[in-house]
């Protein structure tokens, strides 16, 4: 078994500060985790156009097994992680914006897609298998 070390760090000053925070008092977070996983990692640069059917990232039919999932938008516009069509209400599951990123489990029970809301926009996205 292999390990990934991940830490997600949240940090911003208090509402009185310059710049203003969100909370009246200065934020800081920090979780870190350090998940096992089985050694097989899947990474590629995807384009997401406005036709989901095209942009299949993640394939339950293909992946058996749950997995953690990164995906950078290395795009200038927001792209959108969905079960389905952008387009049809309860499909979008995340708005990823330019130069944001996501990483989370994934159960490998789902398919999911990349959408731009137009045109041709890159992402990268990187599967870290868990194993049976």
Known sequence: MAQITTTLTI?????????????????????TDTPTTDGKVTCDIVT???????????????????????????????IYLCTGDAATPGNQVMEIGAGEFAFFP????VDYYLEA??????????????GA
């Open 48 to 78: 997401a156009t406005d036709t989901h059917t095209d942009n299949k990232i993640l394939d339950n039919s293909t992946q058996t097994s749950p997995a953690y999932v990164y995906i950078k938008n290395t795009s200038d516009t927001v």
């Open 106 to 109: 994934w159960a490998a029970e």
């Open 11 to 31: 940090t911003g000053p208090a509402s009185t500060a310059t710049p203003a925070g969100p909370l009246s008092i200065a934020l800081s977070l920090t979780a």
């Open 117 to 130: 809301a137009s045109g041709s926009k890159t992402a990268e996205v990187w599967v870290f298998a868990q």
